[in-house]
Every structure is written in structure tokens, then in C-alpha cells.
């Protein structure tokens, strides 16, 4: 399989504990999308990165909200001290060449929910 | 103004029958516009992409942009019920300096038998 993928797939935390997911892109992807998205509502874009680099993070992004792509391959999301509102679908995609106008394919999602 | 606005619906058709989806986008600058596909609890699918005003089409897909009316929409041809989806609506939007992908709330199709 050469799409998106993304682990995991579902994660069940309590209020206040550390997570973090992972997104492996396309492999010539270079770049490299973070959204998350609530029941009834469009993906809401988080973060993204060109190769390694992070270059811009939602002003809705709270600094409990970290991404990191090391080696420009695949990238991680962690939240630290999750609260009840971080609930919601994750989403990562990717997309080839530095154009903004090029199609992005999305992962499947991890589906998180704090308790 | 939202950036990006669509129906939520649902829009019900008759399995067999034209459905037709709306969007209208709010930055004039925009050049790039796609339809996703989303079944419940599963990831966005991109249909298509348009960047030019007029028609593009694809299998029983059709994509239809008018940038002077800031609006797009999607056609689907002979509905089947498998299309029954949520359809999101996404732009490119220049914000905070660079262009980023908005989404429309999305309409929910429902096709019947």
C-alpha cells in the first residue's frame, strides 16, 4: 500500500495524559499535513511541513500541540495534557512538489477521544 | 463569513437521478479548488480538483467553477446509492501570509433506492 498511513488508528486517553501519532506520507511526498476535525465540520488545518521543515502552525494550535518531521519522511503529533476538547479525528495528508495547488491525499485518521 | 460555505443537507435523490453540489468561497484570489469524498468515520477522498473556470469532467463526476461568481459545484451523474457521503468542499486561501487548504462544513448526500 503506498498511501498515506497513519497509527494509530484509535486512541482512548484519560484527561491530562500524553499522546502521540504518527503519519507516514506517500514516500515522494515532500510535503507533509497535520488537520483535525469534529463531528459535522470540515478538516481544520493544524500544521505542515516541506521536508523537514515545519513552516507554518494554526494560530488555533495551543502549545500543548507539537509536530515534528525529523528526517522530512514521516512525522508524529504529540498533545500533552489532553483535555475533553481534543477529542476529534486527526488527519494527516500529503502532497508532491512545493506548488499550494497540489492535490493532498489524506491517511485514514486516528480518532481520538479523552475521557 | 465563513471562507468556504456549503449546504450541510441532506440532499435526497432518487438513485438514478442528478445531484448537485454547492460551494461558494469568499477570497477572489483563489486558484485551485477539489471535492472530497467522506464516508462516515472514514478519511476525506479527493474526486476531483478544477482550476479553470468552466466544466471538467470525470466518469459521472463533473466539477464546474465560476470564479467572478466565487463558486463551485459538483455534479454527479447517475446517482448510485454508494455515493450516499458527505461531500467537502475545499480551497486554496491565501491566510497569514500563505495559502492553505480551507474546507467547506460539507453537504451530506443521501441517495435512495
Known amino acids: 500500500d503506498t498511501g498515506v498511513s497513519q497509527d494509530p488508528r484509535h486512541k482512548i486517553t484519560k484527561r491530562g495524559q500524553n499522546v502521540t501519532f504518527r503519519c507516514d506520507p506517500i514516500?515522494?511526498?515532500?510535503?507533509l499535513y497535520w488537520y483535525r476535525q469534529t463531528l459535522g465540520q470540515g478538516p481544520e488545518f493544524l500544521t505542515y511541513?516541506?521536508?523537514?521543515?515545519?513552516?507554518?502552525k494554526s494560530r488555533l494550535l495551543s502549545d500543548r500541540f507539537s509536530a515534528e518531521r525529523p528526517k522530512g519522511s514521516f512525522s508524529t503529533l504529540e498533545i500533552q495534557r489532553t483535555e475533553q476538547g481534543d477529542s476529534a479525528m486527526y488527519l494527516c495528508?500529503?502532497?508532491?512538489?512545493?506548488?499550494?495547488?497540489?492535490?493532498?491525499?489524506f491517511g485514514p485518521g486516528t480518532r481520538l477521544t479523552v475521557l | 463569513q465563513k471562507e468556504v460555505e456549503q449546504n450541510s443537507g441532506p440532499l435526497s435523490v432518487p438513485e438514478g437521478a442528478i445531484a448537485s453540489l454547492n460551494c461558494t468561497y469568499s477570497?477572489?484570489?483563489?486558484?485551485?479548488f477539489f471535492w472530497y469524498r467522506q464516508y462516515s468515520g472514514k478519511s476525506p477522498e479527493l474526486i476531483m480538483f478544477?482550476?479553470?473556470?468552466g466544466d471538467k469532467e470525470d466518469g459521472r463526476f463533473t466539477a464546474q467553477l465560476n470564479k467572478a461568481s466565487q463558486y463551485v459545484s459538483l455534479l454527479i451523474r447517475d446517482s448510485q446509492p454508494s455515493d450516499s457521503a458527505t461531500y467537502l468542499c475545499?480551497?486554496?486561501?491565501?491566510?497569514?501570509?500563505?495559502?492553505?487548504?480551507?474546507f467547506g462544513s460539507g453537504t451530506r448526500l443521501l441517495v435512495r433506492p
Open positions: 511541513f516541506q521536508n523537514e521543515a515545519q513552516l507554518e
Open positions: 475545499a480551497v486554496n486561501i491565501m491566510m497569514d501570509s500563505s495559502y492553505k487548504l480551507i
Open positions: 477570497d477572489r484570489g483563489s486558484q485551485s
Open positions: 478544477i482550476y479553470s473556470n
Open positions: 514516500s515522494e511526498h515532500n510535503r
Open positions: 495528508a500529503s502532497s508532491m512538489g512545493l506548488s499550494p495547488y497540489n492535490e493532498q491525499f
